[in-house]
């Protein structure tokens, strides 16, 4: 437990650090590479002091130039540091209305692009996902956990649409992507951290100009289907 204490004092510390340079740089320019810097430093940081490692397979299916709308199962809240230090080029999330209310680290991520959704309030939702569209116009990649909170299981939870009609509207391609391992870090409503390894799996990206709005179902079940397949696949083995 003296072990788990200071992991959550260093984050603490370390996040207020990095959030108030995030605010300072994110005045100048939110999506410089000085603040991807800070943001990847933030993550790197605090999976250093917990013992975490992250393995990164398929990144080159990727083009570091293109913005993509990763989806993403979602285990544990290192989720958000393994795709931070695994996902190339400039990337922010869609992150949930009560990360918001942190003082000094809600600013820092309001200044850097980051996007509160209210999953509760449908149009507030509405206004966040036309947020995110004029953020992927500015050739940035936005990363959603469909799932909409952690599974304690590890198991795969439903999806919701948002994401997927994010990514109609945007017309950019979807990357579906797995993460395993976080589960055993820090489960849901634990404090307990544990040091282990983190494993980020990207899957060929889906063209959605092969999917109508009307067809949106469809995308969702293709998607949720080769996640499902990889993450069943990768923690058999």
């Given at each position: 437990?003296?072990?788990?204490?200071?992991?959550?004092?260093?984050?603490?510390?370390?996040?207020?650090?990095?959030?108030?340079?995030?605010?300072?740089?994110?005045?100048?320019?939110?999506?410089?590479?000085?603040?991807?810097?800070?943001?990847?430093?933030?993550?790197?940081?605090?999976?250093?002091?917990?013992?975490?490692?992250?393995?990164?397979?398929?990144?080159?299916?990727?083009?570091p130039q293109q913005p993509y709308i990763y989806i993403?199962?979602?285990?544990?809240?290192?989720?958000?540091?393994?795709?931070?230090?695994?996902?190339?080029?400039?990337?922010?999330?869609?992150?949930?209305?009560?990360?918001?209310?942190?003082?000094?680290?809600?600013?820092?991520?309001?200044?850097?692009?980051?996007?509160?959704?209210?999953?509760?309030?449908?149009?507030k939702a509405r206004e966040s996902l036309n947020k995110a569209i004029a953020i992927l116009k500015n050739g940035v990649s936005v990363i959603i956990y469909p799932e909409g909170t952690r599974s304690q299981t590890g198991q795969i939870k439903p999806f919701k649409k948002g994401g997927f009609i994010l990514a109609l509207k945007s017309g950019l391609p979807i990357v579906p992507t797995v993460i395993s391992g976080s589960v055993n870090i820090l489960k849901k409503k634990s404090f307990?951290?544990?040091?282990?390894?983190?494993?980020?799996?990207?899957?060929?990206?889906?063209?959605?100009s092969e999917f109508s709005f009307e067809k949106r179902n469809k995308l969702v079940k293709r998607v949720r289907d080769m996640i499902v397949a990889k993450y069943n696949e990768v923690t058999r083995n």
């Open positions: 437990m003296l072990r788990t204490a200071w992991i959550f004092v260093f984050a603490i510390v370390h996040t207020l650090c990095c959030s108030l340079a995030a605010i300072f740089f994110g005045l100048f320019n939110p999506f410089s590479e000085t603040v991807n810097g800070v943001i990847r430093l933030w993550a790197k940081g605090i999976l250093k002091v917990a013992g975490v490692t992250v393995t990164v397979h398929g990144a080159e299916k990727l083009n993403s199962n979602h285990q544990s809240a290192f989720d958000i540091l393994a795709h931070v230090v695994s996902i190339p080029g400039t990337m922010r999330f869609i992150a949930k209305q009560e990360l918001f209310r942190i003082p000094v680290f809600a600013q820092g991520m309001r200044t850097v692009g980051m996007i509160p959704i209210d999953r509760g309030n449908s149009e307990r951290v544990n040091r282990g390894d983190i494993h980020v799996y990207f899957l060929d990206p889906v063209d959605v």
